[in-house]
């Protein structure tokens, strides 16, 4: 088993750039695959990375997912900010035989 | 369009042991696994079981495992999850989600319901 680590909060303005990361506790991301969540307040979560860098239909391309192979890391780049970013992002991939979350990283744009 | 609406949920005394339910609609509910995540108040996403599409393999994660049993009935597109032994710590909102699959390691999911409140409380 591993687990996937979060920042638990990252803060940036709207119009810029914020990068999320999530860490592998032990093996590697190569061919691991990692998905992202996003889950504004009140709301079920949605995807909006899966396959490590791919998007699901009506997510904007402000949205891009990335693997560092190096750091064992993933990482969700969001680009243009707006308000409505403003959620709870999770990482997720799968250990071979049951699905593994990371613990959630809070976004707020200000 | 894909529609999961869970039920069920409530306020159940410690040990008690409720059946969720989730109704599928706007896809072929047999082609696909379906999983149970869960949130407790204020915490993150956590995984609790998956099945596959004809019911016959199931994984469960560790906190739930001999407790819980998932299951499915294709011909009324529901899915089920049958909680026993409930304890204070099992108290989050249950989550019916739509499993894919995207080649290798590759699995995901892209479609949430709304959530089930269950609340574990004498």
């Known amino acids: 088993n591993f687990m996937l680590t979060q920042p638990h909060s990252v803060s940036e303005s709207p119009g810029k750039t914020v990068t999320i990361s999530c860490t592998r506790s032990?093996?590697?991301?190569?061919?691991?695959?990692v998905q992202w969540y996003q889950q504004r307040p009140g709301s079920s979560p949605i995807t909006v990375i899966y396959?490590?860098?791919?998007?699901p239909s009506g997510v904007p391309d402000r949205f891009s997912g990335s693997i560092d192979s190096s750091s064992n890391s993933a990482s969700l780049t969001i680009s243009g900010l707006k308000t409505e970013d403003e959620a709870d992002y999770y990482c997720?991939?799968?250990?071979?035989?049951?699905?593994?979350f990371g613990g959630g990283t809070k976004l707020t744009v200000l | 369009e894909v529609q999961l609406v869970e039920s069920g949920g409530g306020l159940v005394q410690p040990g008690g042991s409720p059946r969720l339910s989730c109704a599928a609609s706007g896809f072929t509910f047999s082609n696909y696994w379906m999983h149970w995540v869960r949130q407790a108040p204020g915490k993150g996403l956590v995984w609790v079981s998956v099945i596959n599409s004809d019911g016959t393999s199931t994984r469960y994660a560790d906190s739930v495992k001999g407790r819980f049993t998932i299951s499915r009935d294709n011909a009324k597109n529901t899915l089920y999850l049958q909680m026993n032994s409930l304890r204070a710590e099992d108290t989050a909102v249950y989550y019916c989600?739509?499993?894919?699959?995207?080649?290798?390691?590759?699995?995901?999911?892209?479609?949430w319901g709304q959530g089930t409140l269950v609340t574990v409380s004498s």
């Open positions: 032990s093996d590697s991301f190569a061919s691991k695959y």
């Open positions: 997720q991939s799968y250990d071979g035989s049951t699905w593994v």
């Open positions: 989600a739509r499993g894919r699959y995207c080649g290798g390691d590759c699995y995901w999911i892209d479609s």
């Open positions: 396959d490590d860098n791919q998007r």
